[in-house]
């Protein structure tokens, strides 16, 4: 993970936790736990961050995109801290670093058709001006598979889910970025329409050298895109490492239920046992140990004192005291 | 591509037609009122000025081809004095609806969208003056002021009209803030000002807009209520004033109806025709009928 | 096994201006006592209208046309009102998409479950329905002490399994659930899953379960139904669904599914659902069928037919 060379996005120690209420109804949610990771710089990589709701993937990719700020920690693009960042230099990290969401409805602004936010981008982003500003975006939407006849001067209700993901990935190159920050950017589209928008992932990533940090709870979309990956549980992480090392063999226990949870379509390998995990209540408070003890079926007593810290062993990372 | 730009802006000619013409309410509304409006204004020109002058014709003289609407007490023509006053109180109402519509909006977003203290204030100052009754402080103002001119009336009003807006504004900047296409507008460059211009009021247009027509209904009855009390402007003629005078005068008892009903039925008609632009705007608010 | 639900030629139109687009389009069904059926398809394929109309939930601009719906032999789209009521939630229950969202947040778990049981029963002694609900909720893995919450209390999981609870509480023989594990994580939709299969197993309760995850249906179903733009596509088996898809489209939506551990490349299906205001001639999908019939899927629609024992597929491929 980053042997060599700088690396082109790297996440040391950053914490980040919200309070909410008032007075004695104070609540304290620690989202992001002394998360450290990073994405190597050599060649164009798809960075699974994966987990479920709850720990943490979204406020990490806002921190990275320079939505909040970490309480602790620091945000390293290129071995320069972007926290420190004036004006002009976030304009030119936004111009490397952008992002696609979950709701392809959302991101557009329904009163504008969706040239709107193509021509503001081209133009805001200092990529062109004038008349070249069409050109810029045609050429975007043609090379995420789009037709700009058919989508130029359109309302967003006017196109499917899938062609409105396309023209959010088209947004996105037109900057020509390094790294594209890609939260769950297929669960609200439909099985087949999964497959174009990932697939075009990967020929982005093949032909235009683009990384992507790719945040997902859906192991079997991130299998297929991914090249490594980190498991979060409620704001730490537990498991890191070449994802198909970490999917066929996983080694923290949650990466294991993670794993065994996912439905496999075919009706010739069903379930057997049943999860024996127990429901969790929505309200936690601080908890000493491991976080995932409750639920955790190859638990120790010392699994209760203190979490335990992030290892080395062979390829991969991993946090348990079963290493 | 200057084609595009000529066809699209034919096409928002259309659709702002097609738009107006799907919401009848709106247009007819607007349509009625302006016409009380026309009327009023064809009336004072038609009439000379000499009408509106004390003398000028025998006092409470009923209806009549002479005098249409009859005389009032000062031997004046009231159908004229109805046009200046549909006319007078009209103005009233726009100043008041503008100023309260503009400043608690203004007011509201500031308010919604950077919260902190600014929100916290400006809160506290909107709840008072909204659950304050209105029309009796209204009342000790304007008792306490002497005389006052159209103009000075339709602040007074303006005064609480605000804080309905101020608080609806507020509720659409806080949701509108925190929408994916925002932060989507800041990723790609666009400054904190272009937002809120470019991407935020568009959304906020209907609501104002909505606000704006409630104040002005509301501006014109308070107008009417403080008038009839006596605390009108005295020298002016509005709806209010005219309905002051027959009222002081026993005009009801002495069965001086010419007096008394047409001011009170024009009161309702232009009432009536912003309370239907009201429910077309209504409509067009609510999201089940909005394409999109 | 005996028949529980049968639905014949229903459609279902939504109307407006003078447009009208047929959301439900001739669709026959047949569901059997004690099983789990599966209503597969991609967004407005027709499938939550589907559910809704087989309970006369439709409401305008939508429009039931034809069809009946033949539950427990009785056709429920020419009962009266009353009679219909009684059928909702006592003999078949419903829970619609995003329902654990629909719970009241300022009443607790237990008041809104004796709201909804005086709601159809008013006489429903108090003692019992306490009695009930502790029970249910056990079967559903909650512990009683939930009743006493409030939603915002419980995870998203919890409440999941509350509506489940209390859509069981007058033990219907039919339970329909519309994405019922859509919203939730991976490690808590297995669990609502397999309650879902242990329900069917220890009350025989006859499950219809909508979903666009195909993945959900291979692991918990026993007969699975396709439909597309309103129709329905194929039915069959779950195995010999997933074993040997008939219908093109059917194959291209399995081939879509991206499977744990293989790289192969995925296959969207080119194209996209049709219009249904401008529906296309012929057979709905012919549009972007790789193995339409030039001459013939375009002109004429296919039936759904019976090709085996036990499997009905809708296209000209399997015509004689």
Redesign the interface.
């Known amino acids: 993970m980053g042997v060599s060379g700088v690396n082109l996005l790297e996440l040391r120690g950053v914490s980040k936790t919200f309070v909410s209420g008032f007075l004695f109804f104070r609540r304290k949610v620690v989202a992001v736990d002394k998360v450290s990771f990073s994405i190597p710089g050599e060649k164009p990589t798809v960075f699974v961050l994966a987990g479920e709701s709850g720990s943490g993937k979204s406020t990490i990719a806002r921190i990275i995109l320079r939505f909040i700020k970490p309480d602790e920690g620091e945000v390293l693009y290129r071995g320069r801290n972007i926290l420190a960042f004036n004006s002009k230099e976030l304009l030119l990290y936004r111009r490397e670093v952008q992002a696609v969401f979950q709701d392809p409805y959302s991101a557009f602004n329904p009163v504008y058709p969706v040239d709107h936010i193509l021509s503001i981008t081209a133009r805001r982003m200092g990529v062109a001006q004038g008349k070249e500003v069409d050109e810029v975006i045609d050429e975007a939407l043609v090379s995420v598979g789009l037709r700009p006849e058919e989508i130029r001067g359109k309302y967003p209700y006017q196109l499917s889910g899938g062609q409105r993901q396309r023209v959010l990935l088209a947004r996105a190159l037109i900057l020509r970025p390094k790294l594209i920050v890609a939260d769950e950017p297929v669960s609200m589209l439909d099985a087949s329409l999964r497959a174009e928008i990932l697939n075009l992932m990967l020929d982005l990533k093949a032909k235009h050298g683009v990384s992507f940090l790719y945040i997902t709870h859906d192991l079997s979309t991130a299998s297929y895109v991914g090249d490594y990956i980190a498991v979060l549980y409620k704001g730490s992480l537990v498991e890191m490492g070449p994802i198909d090392d970490v999917i066929s063999s996983p080694y923290h226990p949650y990466t294991q239920l993670l794993m065994s949870s996912i439905p496999v379509p075919d009706p010739s390998r069903r379930w057997q046992e049943r999860v024996a995990a127990p429901e969790v209540s929505a309200a936690r408070g601080p908890v000493s140990g491991c976080k995932f003890y409750d639920r955790c079926p190859l638990r120790k007593e010392e699994c209760r004192r203190a979490p335990p810290t992030l290892k080395k062993i062979g390829n991969r990372y991993v946090a348990c005291y079963l290493y | 591509m200057s084609g595009t730009k000529g066809i699209r802006k034919y096409r928002n000619i259309v659709k702002v037609l097609a738009f107006l013409r799907r919401n009848n309410k709106v247009t007819y509304g607007v349509i009625a009122y302006l016409a009380a409006l026309l009327l009023s204004a064809f009336v004072l020109v038609a009439y000379s000025p000499r009408s509106k002058v004390v003398g000028y014709a025998d006092p409470l003289l009923p209806p009549s081809p002479q005098h249409l609407l009859g005389t009032d007490i000062l031997g004046r023509e009231l159908l004229v004095l109805l046009a200046e006053s549909v006319i007078n109180s009209t103005v009233i109402g726009l100043i008041a609806a503008t100023i309260g519509t503009l400043a608690g909006s203004l007011i509201g977003f500031l308010s919604g969208y950077y919260g902190g203290k600014v929100d916290y204030v400006s809160r506290l100052f909107t709840d008072v003056f909204l659950s304050v009754p209105s029309l009796l402080f209204l009342i000790l103002i304007s008792s306490l002021v002497r005389a006052v001119t159209i103009v000075q009336m339709g602040l007074l009003i303006a005064l609480f009209a605000w804080p309905w807006p101020a608080r609806q504004v507020r509720a659409q900047a806080l949701s509108l803030k925190e929408r994916e296409f925002i932060y989507l507008s800041e990723l790609s460059g666009e400054s904190k000002l272009e937002i809120i211009i470019r991407e935020m009021m568009p959304h906020m247009i209907p609501w104002m807009t909505a606000n704006f027509v409630n104040a002005f209904i509301s501006a014109i009855l308070t107008e009417a209520e403080l008038s009839i009390l006596g605390l009108g402007p005295q020298t002016e003629m509005t709806l209010g004033m005219l309905l002051w005078w027959p009222l002081n005068n026993a005009a009801i008892y002495r069965g001086l109806w010419w007096w008394w009903a047409p001011p009170l039925i024009a009161l309702i008609y232009l009432f009536f025709t912003l309370y239907v632009v009201q429910l077309g705007i209504t409509e067009i608010i609510n999201p089940r009928s909005r394409v999109v | 096994m005996s028949l529980l639900l049968k639905i014949e030629g229903l459609t279902v139109a939504y109307e407006s201006d003078s447009k009208r687009l047929l959301a439900v389009n001739n669709v026959d069904l047949e569901i059997f006592q004690g099983e789990i059926f599966g209503l597969a398809g ?2 407005a394929c027709g499938k939550t209208t589907l559910a809704n109309s087989i309970l006369r939930l439709i409401k305008p601009p939508g429009r039931i046309i034809s069809g009946r719906v033949i539950f427990d032999g009785v056709d429920l789209l020419s009962l009266g009102e009353e009679d219909l009521r009684r059928i909702r939630w006592e003999k078949i229950a419903y829970i619609p998409q995003a329902s654990m969202s629909a719970l009241n947040p300022v009443m607790r778990i237990y008041d809104q479950i004796v709201d909804v049981v005086r709601a159809h029963r008013k006489d429903f002694p108090e003692e019992e329905i306490r009695r009930r609900a502790e029970e249910l909720f056990v079967s559903v ?2 512990a009683p002490e939930v009743l006493k919450m409030y939603p ?7 409440r999941q ?1 509350v509506i489940i609870a209390m859509s069981l509480f007058l033990n219907p023989k039919l339970l329909i659930a519309d994405e019922p594990t859509t919203a939730l ?7 609502i ?2 309650l879902l299969r242990d329900i069917n197993k220890k009350f025989g309760t006859t499950i219809l379960l909508i979903t ?5 249906h ?2 918990i179903v026993d007969r699975l139904a396709i439909m597309y733009a309103g129709k329905i596509v194929e039915v069959g088996p ?2 010999d669904i ?1 074993e040997r898809p008939l219908h093109p489209y059917t194959q ?3 081939a ?8 192969r ?5 080119p194209g ?2 049709p219009d249904l205001r401008n529906p296309p001639p012929g057979c709905m999908f012919h549009p972007r069928c790789p193995l339409r019939i030039q001459g013939k899927c375009e002109r004429v629609e296919p039936a759904l037919r019976q090709v085996s024992n036990e499997r009905k597929v809708a296209c000209h491929l399997y015509e004689g």
Do not use: T, W
Request: net charge positive; charged share 20%; no cysteine.
């Open positions: 991609e967004s893995g909650l915002h209390e419980l995870s998203g999981g919890m399994r994580d991976v490690v808590v939709q297995r669990g899953l397999q666009h995850d195909m993945a959900v291979a692991q779950v195995k997933f291209l939506l399995i879509s599914i991206p499977r744990v551990g293989e790289k490349r995925l296959a969207g299906i996209l659902p």
